[in-house]
């Protein structure tokens, strides 16, 4: 495709996203006004669920598939960097293998920091989670810091345990098991707030711990020197 052609194709793309945005805003309320259909749509539902929280009911009661095709995105994330930071033939961790090592030389101040704070940011993740259908946050929050929270284990120079606490493959599996869920849940409009909020903080918990582990791995990783090619 040339110049010309990609010019056209991204002005009818602009146009038609023009077209769309402005039918979109005029279609508005006046501003100010006491009218709000979408804001007391959004409330009665939210009670009619027995939600407390109106934004976790709009998220994945009226508006789920939204929510679906970000699951989707951040599954696909996830594996895409299964898939572009694998180790390779020609790579291996640096000073031979990593799990071999024992802790590495950091202070026992932060050792000791690391190690105390995991288990109370654990226990925070589960109850954004268990409580997103009450109070600000959910399975997206909730999933987020638990992705995170196992990783202060290598704050704390603790490589190896790390590497114990979360095992790739049975992560890898769990993501795609809970995206699947999720998905079938929503296409059955028959799940309940609590249990989407689960699923969803399954999926994101599992796709940050993979893709902060593929970094890590990667950060480790030096390219062996080839030997018997000549500069091009």
């Known amino acids: 495709m040339n110049a010309r052609a990609r010019l056209l194709l991204f002005a ?9 945005f402005a039918l979109g805003v005029l279609g508005l309320p006046g501003f100010g006004g006491a009218f709000h ?7 009665r539902h939210a009670l009619q669920q027995g939600t ?23 599954l696909a994330s996830a594996l895409a960097a299964v898939v572009l930071l694998r180790a390779t033939g020609h790579e291996e961790t640096a000073d031979g293998d990593a799990t071999a090592h024992g802790p590495a030389d950091v202070p026992d101040a932060l050792r000791a920091t690391g190690r105390l704070l995991l288990p109370p940011a654990l226990v925070i993740g589960v109850y954004i989670v268990a409580h997103g259908h009450l109070s600000p946050g959910g399975g997206f929050q909730g999933g987020v810091v638990l992705g995170t929270a196992v990783h202060l284990l290598y ?10 606490l979360r095992p790739l493959p049975l992560l890898e599996a769990a993501e795609a098991l809970a995206a699947a869920a999720f998905v079938g849940v929503v296409l059955a409009a028959a799940g ?4 989407l909020n689960a699923l969803v903080a399954a999926e994101v918990g599992c796709a940050l711990t993979l893709l902060i ?7 480790l990783l030096r390219r062996e020197p080839r030997e018997g090619r000549g500069r091009p």
């Open 192 to 195: 309940p707030i609590p249990a």
């Open 52 to 74: 407390a929280n109106a934004v976790a009911s709009v998220t994945f009661d009226q508006r789920a598939f939204d929510t679906v095709g970000e699951e989707l995105i951040l």
């Open 213 to 219: 582990a593929r970094f890590f791995e990667q950060a």
């Open 37 to 43: 259909p979408y804001g007391d749509r959004a409330v």
């Open 12 to 20: 009818a793309g602009a146009a038609g996203c023009a077209a769309l």
């Open 155 to 164: 704050l704390a120079g603790d490589y190896p345990a790390l590497r114990r």
